[in-house]
């Protein structure tokens, strides 16, 4: 695993490395100290995404939401690796000013996906990463797994608009795995599972059969598989990798039950808001923060709190796998 590890960042050194005249001029992919020597000495690691900071809440709630997720991976034995852009300068885990930065910008930061990210270097700005880009650049350095609140996917009517997020191809081609508490409710959740299937991404349920929805435990759709402990996942992911399929895994974890909103609750919101969204003309990117935005304001911060609530839970079960999966890879 060690070796492995560091033929990883050896690589990746050597082609982004300023010192290398191969490579003057380009920008380097910046690893946190702390994040670098956890992976050179096959200890646990999980990526954490960064749109959630600056697209998903209000300052300071959203660096208290981000610094209290970091604890989590912490006191469940991980070294967290938040994602971001900051300057043109890929960041693979931020220390406390950076994050604050981040979080002070809000909005300021482009939402960056995979597609942005050589917009974003290229001209020194700065990016919260979305679930596509913090899969890139965890693969890149040697990180396997990734805890986010819940992916993208189908639109709702996307097969009309052709909007699917590049989360979904992301899963297809980049082999890191995902735990996240599903796929955000204002999609359509099945036409997503069928999505995934045809990218060959397996998809597990965590401690259920049945496929979450983000905000609620159940979505009506069954899952194709499931695992049970963070052992089940660490020996998926493992197998995974050593098999070198290509593709991503998605670990869907329920939010717990104490915290789930009342499903009809939420769809009323949703439904309006995916209405008003129409009418508004809000679209693409701009199109989820504005659902979620509006859900949070006629739920009355419900789907606020259970959000928070489900990347913490995930934060804690994502931590759990990462140290079951250096567990397996030290006896290998």
């Avoid at 992301?170 to 045809?198: C, F, H, N, Q, W």
């Avoid at 974890?253 to 789930?260: D, L, M, Q």
């Amino acid at each position: 695993m060690v070796s492995w590890v560091l033929s990883r960042i050896t690589n990746l050194q050597n082609h982004l490395n300023p010192e290398n005249p191969k490579s003057k001029g380009e920008k380097i992919v910046k690893i946190n100290p702390e994040v670098s020597e956890a992976l050179s000495s096959g200890k646990a690691v999980v990526a954490l995404e960064s749109t959630i900071i600056s697209h998903g809440m209000p300052y300071p709630q959203n660096l208290e939401t981000a610094k209290a997720v970091e604890a989590i991976v912490r006191q469940n034995g991980a070294t967290p690796a938040t994602i971001a852009i900051l300057d043109g300068v890929p960041c693979v885990g931020l220390s406390v000013e950076e994050l604050e930065r981040l979080a002070i910008l809000g909005k300021k930061a482009r939402k960056t996906a995979r597609r942005d990210i050589a917009h974003v270097v290229a001209t020194g700005g700065n990016g919260a990463t979305t679930v596509s880009a913090t899969m890139l650049f965890a693969s890149m350095v040697g990180i396997p797994i990734f805890v986010t609140g819940g992916i993208g996917g189908v639109h709702r009517h996307g097969e009309n608009t052709m909007d699917i997020s590049s989360d979904l191809t992301e899963l297809g081609r980049t082999p890191v795995a995902v735990v996240s508490a599903g796929v955000k409710s204002i999609l359509d959740i099945p036409r997503t599972l069928e999505y995934l299937e045809t990218q060959g991404v397996c998809v597990a349920a965590y401690k259920t059969n049945e496929f979450p929805a983000f905000f609620t435990e159940t979505s009506g759709c069954k899952a194709p598989c499931r695992v049970d402990s963070p052992e089940d996942c660490a020996r998926l992911i493992d197998s995974n990798m050593k098999l070198d399929l290509g593709a991503g895994i998605l670990i869907a974890v329920p939010i717990p039950s104490e915290r789930s909103a009342t499903g009809n609750l939420i769809e009323s919101a949703i439904q309006k808001a995916l209405k008003e969204a129409r009418e508004q003309n809000a679209t693409g990117s701009a199109e989820t923060p504005f659902l979620l935005a509006r859900v949070n304001e006629l739920t009355e911060g419900a789907s606020l709190a259970s959000n928070i609530a489900l990347v913490k839970n995930n934060a804690r079960i994502g931590a759990q796998i990462a140290v079951s999966l250096s567990g397996i890879r030290e006896k290998s």
